[in-house]
């Protein structure tokens, strides 16, 4: 007799509740049990099949024969399901031969559920099995499976050539990039085998390329002769293959391992798109790479060199290497939709790389942007390591330069630069404006302000201009939009809003975070005496209000016409207001549709994201407040 822990004996007497009420459905066979050395329990069950099968399905039995496999923290490790024969062994979703791939992530199980929600999927799962439609057309397709049995990893970049089914199967190379002594490689570039691959000697960073025009087994072989058995069952003979691994023994510096990149049409991202390439990298070891060189020296050719061939593939095991997906074609973005996917190919000008400036140019480069051009001539100084994007490795480098360091590393593509140059001497004519799609001021200085003011009347700038800055204590944030065709720059529009807003409500908290009455605010220097004012913020304030600004910033190019511009004015949800503050209606606009304004030239938006009512109130003939209070 077994000692069940908790979790398995709530499995045990959930099945067997299950069970109870499954009218024949569902049977318990036998007692748990465990195998030597597991603590898991394992249970026998048969569940009733027979309705499931159709025409083209998985040729299911009346009853089908599984075991459980149960973890002693039971509900919440996902219990195991296999078929207790391997008859469908090279069917999608059966992996080993028996064991049944229930769900696509770890997340998809609920614990909370149990067996009865495990049972479910099993249902569900024969279900599509009995019709064939668990890779159905109209779904992204699930790969097959190669067990990683190396400690080399390969990220994919680049997209695969494109190679048609049925057609001529694709040879050449695939160009790595190494990275992490050897341990991880990029591949960023393809070349076929009739492209000149230059004057190239052995290289440890040399992998041969295989694509195949037909789909190999759910499950890779773990044996060499099995994966040649499969490759010549997809159309690859063996003369072919002796050529590319005698071109990989060629090319692969002696003392490395040997690495063959083998595709096959077994992908698809979405419904109703071609097969693409599904991709694995076969490692051959450094021993086996010595013995498949000697054999590839003295045999000649595919035909002599045979024998001693088949032996070392029957005696060799497959190296699977890990293989991590970054292709656009079959990979999707995790901000596919979000409100910075308008940033994605462009070419954005960057002022100020500081405590904003820096979050920011991150927010862009992750975003997807194609170029960032960053200016700013200040250095890194230790007490700015507390909000902004720098190290202590940093200190004392101008920040624009240290910043590209950072961003470089990120390793994602976008061309960073950068550019030390003081904004306050000269601004725009400093600059090709022609290079870029996007200006986005970040400096928080009036000085560049009214330097762009000024040279905005003389200097036509046919991209949009984003400025943000944020009040003393960050407890508010101000972005500006300006569209090309727009007359005036950020300056002229904040005291333009000033005065309008002023006249509107002088009491308004966001006119006291902005416009502060002489001697209401206190000056804030870091070091008092000798340093610059600025303004009280954690990291965790300048991350909210960077990317809070941005995602509105980037909204408003959309939204806008050329000869607009736009002001959003925005409250901190953690900033405390007064009773009186909070009443709703206080700048109920007047007119034949209170709350709902249009104005040719220029809104201005008042967003205090925590508040529960939205009104909109006319400030004057050309600007517009969206009070949020």
């Known amino acids: ?141 699930h790969p097959p499976v190669a067990y990683v049995t190396s400690q080399t990893a390969f990220v994919v970049r680049a997209n695969t050539p494109v190679v048609e089914q049925g057609g001529q199967i694709w040879f050449g190379r695939a160009s790595l990039k190494r990275l992490d002594e050897g341990r991880r490689f990029d591949l960023v570039g393809w070349s076929h085998v009739s492209e000149d691959w230059g004057d190239e000697h052995r290289t440890n960073d040399f992998a041969g390329a295989v694509l195949l ?24 003979s063996f003369g072919d293959l002796y050529v590319m691994l005698r071109i990989v023994s060629t090319m692969t510096a002696d003392g490395s391992p040997g690495y063959l990149v083998l595709g096959a049409p077994m992908r698809r991202r979405a419904a109703g798109e071609p097969l693409k390439q599904h991709l694995t990298v076969w490692e051959i070891g450094i021993d086996p790479m010595r013995a498949l060189r000697e054999i590839i020296r003295t045999g000649g050719n595919a035909e002599a060199a045979r024998g001693e061939l088949v032996k070392w593939l029957v005696e060799a095991d497959v190296l699977w290497c890990a293989l991590m997906e970054d292709r656009q074609e079959i990979v999707q973005r995790r901000d596919e939709s979000s409100p910075l996917a308008p940033i994605r190919g462009k070419r954005i000008l960057l002022l100020g790389c500081g405590a904003l400036g820096s979050a920011v140019a991150e927010m862009l480069v992750r975003a997807g942007a194609y170029q960032l051009h960053l200016v700013d001539y200040a250095k890194v100084r230790p007490g700015v390591l507390v909000r902004q994007r720098y190290a202590d490795s940093d200190i004392g480098q101008i920040k624009s330069h240290a910043l590209k360091g950072r961003l470089d590393a990120l390793g994602l593509p976008c061309e960073v630069s950068a550019d030390a140059h ?123 209000h960077a990317s809070a600004m941005l995602n509105v910033g980037v909204a ?15 409250t901190a949800p953690w900033v405390r207001r007064t009773p009186q503050e909070h009443r709703p209606g206080r700048l109920q606009g007047k007119g034949k549709h209170p709350g709902q304004f249009s104005t040719r030239k220029t809104r201005i938006c008042w967003s205090i994201f925590s508040a529960p009512q939205h009104n909109e109130c006319d400030f004057g003939p050309r600007l517009l407040i969206r009070d949020q209070c």
């Open 1 to 141: 007799m077994i000692e069940l822990s908790q979790g398995q004996a709530l499995a045990l007497d959930q099945l067997i509740d299950i069970a109870a009420r499954s009218d024949g459905a569902l049977e318990v066979i036998g007692e748990p049990y465990q195998k030597e050395g597991e603590r898991e329990v394992w249970l026998r069950i048969a569940i009733e099949t027979r309705g499931y099968r159709h025409p083209g399905g998985m040729p299911l039995r009346d009853r089908e024969p599984l075991a459980l496999r149960i973890h002693p923290d039971f509900p919440f490790r996902k219990p195991e399901v296999y078929f207790r024969h391997k008859r469908y062994k090279g069917y999608p979703h059966v992996q080993w031969g028996s064991y049944i791939c229930l769900y696509q992530s770890q997340g998809e199980y609920a614990p909370a559920d149990g067996m009865f929600g495990l049972l479910e999927r099993v249902r569900i799962w024969m279900q599509a099995a009995g019709k064939g439609e668990l890779d159905p057309v109209d779904a992204p397709l």
């Open 422 to 544: 003081d904004l306050s001497l000269i601004a725009l004519p400093h600059f090709n404006l022609g290079d870029f799609d996007l200006m986005i001021d970040a400096t928080a200085s009036t000085q560049v302000t009214n330097r762009l003011e000024r040279d905005l009347n003389n200097t036509k700038l046919a991209i949009p201009l984003l400025a943000m800055t944020i009040s003393a204590t960050a407890g508010h944030g101000c972005v500006v939009v300006r569209m090309p065709e727009f007359l005036g720059g950020p300056h002229g529009l904040l005291r333009q809003a000033k005065l309008e807003a002023v006249a509107r409500n002088p009491n308004h908290p966001l006119i006291a975070a902005f416009w502060p009455k002489p001697g209401s605010t206190n000056i804030f220097q870091p070091e008092p005496g000798c340093s610059e004012p600025t303004f009280i913020a954690s990291s965790a304030d300048i991350d909210y």
């Open 556 to 570: 408003h190019l959309a939204e806008l016409d050329s000869n607009q511009a736009a002001m959003d004015l925005m």
């Open 213 to 236: 025009t037909a789909p190999l087994g759910s499950e890779y072989p773990k044996k060499v002769s099995d994966l040649t058995d499969a490759l010549e069952g997809a159309g690859l």
